[in-house]
């Protein structure tokens, strides 16, 4: 019964299996293998587009480099105050920026609103005793597991353009809202205005890769220095470019997000029957969010349930009582139907139902 | 005939399916799932003590992390004017220790000695002007193939030690260094007075893996943060903890380490046989340096073989004519006697032997 | 009618004589000077014991290299959420600590409360995948005009200690406070536990001038190169170190402290008689902030009134209406009786009292 | 006989009387003040052409601050292996730039000459391994008193243009090398490629005033944002825009200068009369640098002479003996004829002229 996260299942076999084809012969090393090559092509097909294509080893380098290629470290950036960047990466954002403010904003469902951005800016009036506003970042799939529609996008991206701010989008669970609206990468981002975005596929069954992907070439000019002095240019990059090709080949990231997210949507219908939970969030990914009784969610736990309590600084819920918690239930590509049937059984035994 | 680096040849077969062994069932993510708790173990008993030990992804990150935990943003870092900190990491000290000063000292060989570490403090006397020296930094192997004996490292430890700075050791070849000095590795590294290593396994056989290894626990109290901070704490850390498990088991990587030197050796005596060639350093490692006449050095690159010049900065060597250039050779644990004869009988002929 | 900022007035015609008088001779530079030095010792006499006092240029550096001293670069600042420190000073704090983040709370009239501290750090369970706390930096007068009581700050010094956090204290208001709360300066900063404070002058009648002043010498130890590395410590010191002996001398510092006090409370009492006005906050020092009427506000600017709306983020102040403003007056030690009148009668005549 | 540095001197007459002239009134603060906004344009006429100028602090602020506009956190700044801002400033300009390096190339009589930087260039050719180079700084008047001619000046500035890096110039004693140059200031500066400088006040003359002036404007255009987050924007602006006013009014600064250059001259005079001493350079400002017996220096020191021996790290002499050491001699605007003979009158009795 684990849906604590997506990050503790293994590899997909097919990604493991490109390792070893990649293993032979003495290749060029830091970038230059023909791997690595072709992974950077293979991802501008995925976006109808010619991309700079960079791999690296984590979502928070991914996310944290770059922040640092589009807001300079006497800049801002606003992002929702769950996103992941700003509670969760130790301040890498910081870190690799030199020192950039990140900007929290409210925001119900774990989304900020294009509104939210241009009255944040309004009031930001006195000049260079503020730090710059520089960038916004979002998260899609969002920390709460709903998705983004393309109009929000767009509406960000319009702002962002008019401001004179570039648009960051987070995909660590990418795939995910992917299959979930059903439209194209490139409508998901750089058509709806997106500049720069980290690509994920550790949590979609890689064993250790994510890739930052500008849509505009010129924020890439000088990345392959951040990328180095960072840490992030793996010697024997083969290894990258090998799980980035078979990640991507014949649709095995849409096929692996679309069977987490069909075992979330499984588990929200599930998790809802029972007594005294209910689902505030609409479940667009692979993440079910359920505010429950704080004995209920005591009780699973010691019933060997592994999952989480969401943070109580969450402006995305409201309506949680004083007695209740909010849970977070995430599915990976390796939920088994069995598995959300015994998570459920259990909650509905010590519920009462 | 490749002998550009020894990051060009893949990963050890055995450290390959040590990934698929770890591939099943669901475990913790970030660091706390049994590989990496039996991998930091491991590596307390290759040390013979507890050690703070943390698996990293690149020895870019591991020398730069390393360094940030013992040096003051305001703080000097002594190394080797061609040390691979200073030179080839596009300035990560600087970025992880927030803008720490490396100070390049000369030394032949590519070693700096207690001597003039010692002469370089002495003549740092005006206080908070300067950047405050902190530690000092020697790679074991060297950049130059040489290794540091354990008196020359135990005297630098003692400045240190006098001197209140800390001693780091970068090890990306560290089993190369170890093998050739046939002592324990308790002996080259906290004995002699390392206080906090980077121990490399990519380069000998590992696929991306590497270890900041402190000896002194107090020194890694926030290491945790510096790691996250960094993103290069790996979410599915099992792959981290297995490919190093793999490394260390039966000596796995001691073998290794001596296959490539041995290789090294039989380079070393076959390169001095081509007319016109002499080498300047011993060979104690894994890497050979020549000096040869550029023309030579110009028809084999042409004739195939691959390989680098050393850059004309190095203070390490001496006595190379205008008509000359410094050439460096590496051997990997997969070098073949047969790719060594191939190179050397290239170099016979287009020499006139 | 000049209520913007008590930064808009000149300096003490004492302190610019005290530059006039240091100005013969040659003395040692960077901080070496008898002047300096005088100063280092006055300071201690002002806190009852030996301190490690620093002389700086402005209030930014101050509070930045204070932080700087406490709180690694992965570490946590809690601060108000209008603290000047995170809405004014550009991420300076950020710039020094070589990344820190800064947590802003939430808190009535510009203070934070142990007890909000404290929830905040019980909150904080996720080891290193969060910013370390290290601090809690206060403002004393606040933002707001208000003062913290000695009780509020040692249940803060309190929590502090028990938590592992040092406890940072932003004085660029500290005479206005002191004069209000009728302690002593020790009563008011370490005997409550207080480790670290910026001791502004700037704002009450020097030109340039604020203390960073350390109670527990250990934390002080590397202050020098931080100063020096900041570009904040002056070559001919002797002018830092003449004005504060000016600023101390016959306690012409608390005399101007009370001056400005005194013009804001005259000032509170005429506003409140306003038609419209009233006053949310008590009047603690040398700032008063009036609930009033945006069409009041609009025509005392356009009358010639000049001072400041408060900006909307404030999470100090609760009830402005939607037709109403935050107004912020600050006096300076050079306000007069009859600006006071000035100001209160275009008020009066304006609201149709 | 005072001639350890030109900081010990205290304040030319003008400029504090400039303070109290400035003292009365309410204005704006932090750099909208009149006396600012003069002293800008001020300096715009100084230089024949628009310029983007910042008043600040001290020398170092200004360097670094002037480096962090033109250098990424991964580049690097190439100056002389003895330039202040290398030496002498705590790494600063690591702090400010977010961590970028400085590169020191050798060169004689305290500059580096343009071939040196097109070869050091040429020589670094292993792309995002390397820092990138992003900056030439050069010391006019250098720290070894000598002066760069225009034409060395313009081949530097050529370097740079065909090169694609930013040329910074560090004028702490910019008055100095002018006056001796007999030139006007926008020939030393923009017309032969300098974009950016830093332009020195304190040391002949002022309090504490430095400016940093952008050539380029575009290149200026943030600088606001990060002047305040250094710490260098001063609240009562109108101090620095008052002693630049003061500085700047009929040739004062010219003035300053040249007394204290002529002081060098005699000093260096007489200086070479003194048995055992020599002046290895030329003396193009206000510092004589000689060679002397290390017995002949520990005696004037004794003998109550004030100067420094400078250190042996330097590439600037060649010919040093063992039994001798390099002095340094500075002196200031109110260096006097009776000091500098006092000077060598003990020197001569000493060396038994």
Redesign the interface.
Known sequence: M?FA?D?????D?AI?AA??E?????????GYDPWTKRAEEALGRVFEREVSAFL???????N??ALSSIV???G?VMCHDEAHLH??????P?????????MPLAGMGGKISAARVARTLD?LA???????PAAVSITQLTELGTAYSLAEIGALGDVCKARNLKLHMDGSRFANALVHMGCTAADMTWRAGVDVMSFGA??NGA??LEAVIFFDPSLAE?F?????????????S??LGAQMLAYLKDGLWLRNGERSNAMARLLAEKLAEINGVRLPLATQGNQVFAIMPKRLHDAMLKGGAHYYAW???ASSVEGIGEEECLARFVTSY?TTKEEVAALTRLGLRLAGN
């Open positions: 684990e996260s990050n503790t299942a293994g590899a076999e493991l390792l070893a990649a293993n032979d012969g003495r290749v060029k090393s830091y690296v080893l984590t979502g928070t380098a991914a944290a480099l300079p470290s006497y801002a509670t969760d990466e130790c301040g890498a910081e870190l690799f920026s030199g020192g950039a403010k990140l009031n006195r000049g260079e005793h503020e730090s710059k550790t949590k064993l250790a000088d392959r220095y951040r990328r180095k002095r960072a840490g992030q240019l793996l010697s024997k083969r290894y943070p109580a600084r390796r």
